[in-house]
């Protein structure tokens, strides 16, 4: 089979129609680092794209982020089990005393498609949390996530810690929200700021494959 035509499903949103070709391309023959990259992250890409010139929008994208989930809980073991190697660990959270996540979520979904190993820490995260998951998962990346200015504070309180402890030179932060600018990111100590979902994806993958 075509594997566009499972970039396609998830364009389009289609989780079940994804999870079936998902099973479909592997029955037939096709690996899964084949599917991951030329089935869904090429999708994903396109949504990105889709997304960033405001051909689409949010509501879609969710919808296209599910569809990619559904098919990468039947890939995703798979790759583990043969030793595929990912770009990277990636732990991602919202930042303590801040409940929104839907930013991140999207993040968190594009870049899972673009070959992150995500270890999503939820909501309302204290640093502590944050230092700890970098850890467990011998993360090199980290994601920030804000909505609220009363929050962006937090932000620097991870990466404090993530210095205190002499770690910091071996995560890259990226923090990102409304209200988030790339002036506030170099104050704070991150490497970068992204304004969106797709710029975010793009940042991170030049950083794993420089």
Wanted: hydrophobic residues 45%; negative net charge.
């Amino acid at each position: 089979m075509d594997l566009n035509t499972i970039a396609q499903a998830l364009i389009d949103g289609k989780d079940k129609e994804v999870r079936e070709l998902v099973q479909k391309a592997l029955d037939e023959g096709h690996t899964p680092k084949e599917i991951l990259d030329s089935g869904m992250v090429s999708g994903m890409d396109v949504v990105g794209k889709r997304f960033k010139n405001f051909e689409i929008f949010l509501p879609e994208v969710l919808i296209s982020a599910r569809a990619m989930k559904a098919g990468m809980e039947i890939i995703k073991p798979l790759l583990v089990k043969l030793g595929e190697e990912m770009l990277g660990n990636f732990v991602i959270g919202t930042v303590k005393g801040d409940l929104h996540d839907i930013g991140k979520n999207i993040v968190a979904a594009m870049l899972e498609g673009a070959g992150f190993q995500i270890i999503d820490l939820g909501v309302d995260v204290p640093p502590e949390k944050y230092y700890k998951a970098v850890i467990d998962n011998n993360a090199g990346f980290l994601g920030l996530s804000a909505l609220l200015t009363t929050t962006m504070t937090g932000m620097k309180n991870v990466i404090d810690m993530l210095t205190k402890n002499n770690v910091r030179d071996k995560v890259k932060v990226i923090v990102g929200g409304a209200p988030m600018t790339n002036e506030f990111a170099k104050k704070i100590g991150a490497d970068g700021y992204a304004p969106d979902a797709p710029s975010a994806v793009d940042l991170c993958k030049n950083w794993a494959t420089p």
